[in-house]
């Protein structure tokens, strides 16, 4: 069975390197990108199953680079990796496309999350976003119902 092709994008090349050792041994990772323009080229060039991408990057923020890669792949699936906890930001990921979200440094496991977060998008249409916990989903949560999950993680 062939494995699940990624591209990954961070603007820190020290989590797109951790991110690459944790991922190769079960997913293929196609390409990396530093910043949301070659995220779309990287995209568009090799066709990924999945992009794991970070919210802030430079030259285009990875959700303005999600709404523009699902115009040209929107077979494509997005998994955010972000600091940013705020719900506002995390509704703005899944309005934008994403399938997932997980949060930085929140999770005892991080490899564990993204298989289970990855597994769950390539076996499903639910989103779901998550810290440490199981995933909590789906984004049409009102900010309300959104902050009542984040405080459950």
Do not use: W
Not at 35 to 45: F, P
Not at 100 to 129: C, F, M, P
């Amino acid at each position: 069975m062939e494995r699940l092709r990624i591209v990954l994008a961070d603007d820190h090349p020290q989590i797109l390197t951790l991110l690459q050792t944790l991922l190769e041994p079960d997913y293929r990772v196609v390409g990396t990108a530093e910043e949301g323009q070659s995220l779309l080229a990287s995209a568009q060039a090799l066709k990924p199953d999945l992009v794991l991408t970070d919210v802030d990057m430079p030259v285009l923020n990875g959700i303005d680079a999600v709404r523009e890669l699902h115009t040209m792949l929107p077979d494509c699936r997005v998994i955010f990796h972000s600091s940013h906890s705020e719900p506002e930001i995390m509704a703005a990921a899944f309005e934008a496309g994403a399938s997932g979200y997980l949060i930085k440094g929140s999770s005892q496991s991080l490899l564990s999350t993204i298989r289970t977060v990855i597994r769950h998008v390539s076996t499903s249409n639910e989103s779901v976003a998550t810290g440490h916990q199981p995933a909590y989903g789906p984004p049409e949560k009102t900010g309300t119902q959104l902050r009542s999950s984040l405080q459950r993680l």
